[in-house]
């Protein structure tokens, strides 16, 4: 795959060079090499002849990098320029005064670059009301001083900032503890580790690894759930680390009172310090990160009504935002076109189709008692009697149809039902829309009332 993307700089670089101009692409970029390609962690890495030369392109040029990388290769998640083999020689030579010699260790072994993203930090990140309790907290995690609450979870729908939040806090608490040891992982990495532990024989290592933590973030917990023994081991770090003072935050999608087929042991541990949630995006929170985007590329001009119609029409997360906004950046840079209204609305019409708000289960249950005349509370009765009980299994099919949520999640949104109850109410309903022509126009009709 690495050289797949190796195959792509040529046209990578092309497209910048017609971006920035032959003069600037040729006196910065031109020296340019590729050196790898990360198809984990989507990150490009290009090599070029100074550490100075890195830095400035990395600063100036980061963000075109990216967007003219994603524009050939989606997956690229960032783009790191580094100094390549020699550049420190290279360096000396075209320095006047004679550097002092390094020490054999030192020209052995450069320093390990970090292992978190950079451009994920406390500075980039945007702070409003939705996720003001989300961001301080994690400052208090990163600070010297003991953090008064031990476990941090941060829990939000998708693309809201938590894995942004874990990278600033790795950095903040590095800059602060330069020799402490940080683990960030996902919940994913923690499970195939530790199954690779216990096949290889080699859990006595594992347990060591996690147990020095001074720091550990875990990312995306929900991946847990029904995991049993994952979620025991778990349970044992974190008691651990907790014994021993260590910090401990942890992301999800959803608060720990959700996390169904999450053991309570392994819950009250995670709900014992701070849960904060980080609530949907205001307008002025998405207008402040796209203007803050733009920021650090002066040379696009992207009039204030592109950037309001991008506030408009995506409304549901940041990484859906930003995805837009680098679409629509590529293509202009890429074609040489100016970013105007028409240019937006043509170039993004299918992102913002699936941007729409999804709907809810709420959502359903009233246009369900809307349709059969009933109040909202029948929804979560005890009450049986047909009139009620076919409209609820209605609303439990077009929850189950229409919303990603699980069996469970619905069966507790209609008073606290066992999952199997949804999946005979969903069952019957599928059987009935098939010989029951009147019951599905009934459905059809909810359904169009649903998405006028
Ligand atoms: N408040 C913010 N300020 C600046 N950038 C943000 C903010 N919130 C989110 N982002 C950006 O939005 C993108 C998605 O964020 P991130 O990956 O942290 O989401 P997430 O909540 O971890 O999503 P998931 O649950 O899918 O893993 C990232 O590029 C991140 O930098």
Not at 109 to 132: C, G, H, Q, T, Y
Not at 302 to 327: C, M, Q, S, Y
Not at 366 to 389: F, G, N, Q, T, W
Request: net charge positive; proline share 5%.
């Amino acid at each position: 795959m690495s050289g797949d993307a190796a195959a792509l700089w040529p046209r990578v670089a092309e497209g910048l060079r017609r971006d920035l101009g032959a003069r600037t692409f040729d006196h910065w970029l031109k020296p340019v090499r590729f050196a790898d390609y990360c198809t984990l962690s989507g990150v490009v890495t290009l090599e070029t002849a100074s550490r100075f030369s890195a830095n400035w392109i990395n600063e100036r040029f980061g963000d075109r990098l990216e967007l003219a990388w994603r524009h050939h290769l989606p997956a690229v998640r960032s783009v790191l320029v580094r100094a390549g083999p020699g550049a420190a020689e290279r360096q000396a030579a075209m320095t006047a005064a004679p550097l002092p010699p390094l020490a054999p260790a030192a020209i052995a072994a450069p320093a390990a670059p970090s292992a978190f993203d950079a451009k994920l930090s406390f500075e980039r990140f945007v702070v409003a009301r939705s996720n003001i309790l989300a961001a301080n907290a994690a400052r208090r995690m990163a600070m010297v001083e003991a953090p008064q609450f031990n476990p941090l979870y941060l829990c939000s729908g998708t693309g809201q900032g938590k894995t942004h939040l874990l990278h600033a806090i790795a950095q903040a608490y590095e800059a602060e503890h330069p020799a402490a040891t940080i683990i960030l992982m996902s919940a994913e990495k923690f499970m195939l580790e530790f199954v690779g532990a216990m096949r290889g024989g080699d859990m006595m290592a594992f347990k060591a690894r996690l147990r020095a933590a001074d720091l550990l973030l875990l990312d995306d917990l929900q991946f847990v759930i029904g995991k049993n023994s994952t979620q025991e081991e778990l349970l044992h770090t974190i008691d651990d680390l907790m014994c021993s003072g260590k910090r401990l935050v942890v992301t999800a999608d959803r608060p720990p009172a959700m996390l169904d087929g999450v053991e309570a042991r392994l819950l009250s541990r995670l709900a014992g310090g701070l849960v904060a949630d980080i609530e949907a995006p205001e307008d002025d929170l998405r207008e402040r990160i796209i203007r803050q985007r733009l920021a650090a590329m002066p040379m696009v001009e992207v009039p204030d009504e592109v950037v309001a119609w991008l506030v408009k029409h995506f409304t549901r997360n940041i990484r859906e935002l930003e995805g837009a906004l680098n679409k629509l950046l590529a293509y202009a840079a890429l074609t040489g076109v100016r970013v105007d209204l028409a240019l937006a609305e043509d170039r993004l019409a299918e992102n913002v189709r699936c941007a729409r708000p999804r709907i809810t289960i709420d959502e359903i249950q009233r246009a369900v008692c809307a349709h059969y005349k009933l109040d909202k509370a029948e929804m979560a009765s005890k009450r049986r009697v047909r009139a009620i009980a076919r409209p609820r299994q209605v609303a439990m099919y077009l929850a189950k149809e229409l919303t990603p949520r699980s069996y469970p999640e619905i069966g507790r949104r209609f008073g606290g039902r066992d999952h199997s109850t949804v999946i005979h109410a969903v069952r019957t309903v599928e059987a009935l829309r098939v010989s029951d022509s009147e019951l599905d126009a009934e459905i059809a009709a909810i359904r169009r009332s649903l998405n006028s």
